[in-house]
């Protein structure tokens, strides 16, 4: 069965990710297989802010993985015409996935 997952962020994006990380842990969910390999599908198909993952979620998830053990790979394949390199660069995604 699917879950979903809200957490308050009025403590800021960091700490709400955690918490969401903290309570997966609890539950015993296996997050990372033995690879350590976690790939994450963004959307990032255009430069407009509805249209692309935020950027300081992405991080925030990123860091929560890697604190776990795990190796993050990021993709994206825009299809709106857009090249997927020149979006992240604008929207903010390709410094996070430095």
Known sequence: ???????????????????IFEWLQKEEIQ????????YIKVNGIDFKKHCYT??????AVIKQLQML???VHVM?????????RVVFAINGMKDVCK
Do not use: H, R
């Open 76 to 84: 994206e394949n825009s299809t709106q015409s857009n090249m997927t």
């Open 54 to 59: 935020s950027p300081e979620v992405l991080e």
């Open 69 to 71: 053990g795990a190796t």
């Open 31 to 38: 997050l990372i297989k033995s690879s350590k390999d976690v």
């Open 1 to 19: 069965m699917t879950k979903v997952f809200v957490s308050d962020t009025s403590s800021g994006i960091d700490s709400a990710v955690k918490d």
